[in-house]
């Protein structure tokens, strides 16, 4: 098939666009930079020049392929609502392409739109109180319409090699601050997946015969967010600390909510659908032996 992805040079898009080329696809990638565009040519994926606030570039990228795998998304926390309304548009842009067709469409979410005390499967809904909810509502008015569009649920924690996502702010977080730090007892959890696990799974979603709606890229179901501390305090050879009251946003900030996510997550729908067993390092792993405290 050929395919057009979103966010074609991104952390999680770069892996889905390896594991595509992998499988025997071709791939069309939506690039905003004349860099991106030169780093997504030298894979041998061919460059598609655009942006998700351009309807008219996403609809000609869609238009020209078999299948699409949406994951670009600004991450742009200081205006995070207006962000998640223009993916809604993004993702309703493509949807209108692809109506009338079986032409899959894979959209990237969240898991920690599930935060709450159960254990979350794929069947569980998303809180509709948090911005993000945005582009699960749009996947859902599209299978509405007939278009063959699933969700790809992703982790708080999607790690690897060059990751700039969560784990790297808390990082950066615990040398400004002189000491790494969790709230209360630590013991809330975060879900976590190898990038290029994650990757495989996004290849699968647009294979399949029978997708789901909803799919789960879980490598690890919890992981204790006072062990992710405690990992950054040995590898940056810091205190730890746990916080209480006030102390929590002085120190965390904008990142205090991130920080009290509790949510464990299961991917057992996804693994039988898909065939798709995850096969990368644990996040604490990898933390430990590669280059996550360089710098």
Excluded at 118 to 144: F, H, W, Y
Excluded at 187 to 200: E, I, L, S
């Amino acid at each position: 098939m050929r395919v057009f992805v979103t966010g074609a040079t991104g952390f999680v898009g770069a892996a889905v666009v390896q594991e595509l080329m992998a499988s025997g696809h071709e791939v069309l990638g939506l690039v905003r930079s004349d860099a991106s565009a030169e780093a997504l040519a030298k894979t041998g994926a061919r460059v598609h020049r655009g942006d998700v606030t351009d309807h008219d570039s996403l609809r000609s990228g869609v238009e020209a392929c078999d299948a699409v795998i949406h994951t670009a998304f600004n991450h742009d926390f200081s205006k995070f609502a207006e962000n998640c309304e223009n993916d809604r548009h993004a993702i309703t842009a493509m949807g209108d392409v692809l109506a009338g067709s079986s032409r899959p469409l894979v959209v990237t979410s969240a898991i920690g739109l599930l935060a709450g005390d159960d254990i979350a499967t794929e069947d569980s809904p998303a809180n509709g109180k948090i911005p993000r909810i945005a582009s699960e509502q749009a996947m859902l008015a599209l299978r509405e319409r007939g278009v063959n569009a699933s969700l790809m649920r992703l982790p708080p924690s999607v790690h690897g090699a060059g990751d700039h996502g969560f784990v790297p702010i808390l990082i950066d977080l615990a040398r400004q601050k002189g000491m790494a730090a969790y709230i209360g007892d630590g013991q809330n959890t975060w879900p976590a997946v190898h990038r290029f696990d994650a990757a495989r799974a996004y290849c699968r979603a647009i294979e399949v015969t029978d997708a789901l709606p909803v799919y789960h890229a879980v490598g690890e179901e919890g992981i204790a967010f006072k062990d992710i501390a405690t990992t950054i305090a040995a590898g940056l050879d810091l205190p730890v600390k746990s916080l209480t009251g006030d102390d929590v946003a002085d120190y965390f900030t904008w990142f205090s909510h991130f920080a009290a996510i509790g949510i464990r997550a299961t991917a057992q729908k996804t693994k039988a659908n898909l065939g798709w067993q995850p096969t990368g390092p644990h996040l604490l792993d990898e933390m430990r032996n590669t280059d996550y405290f360089a710098g």
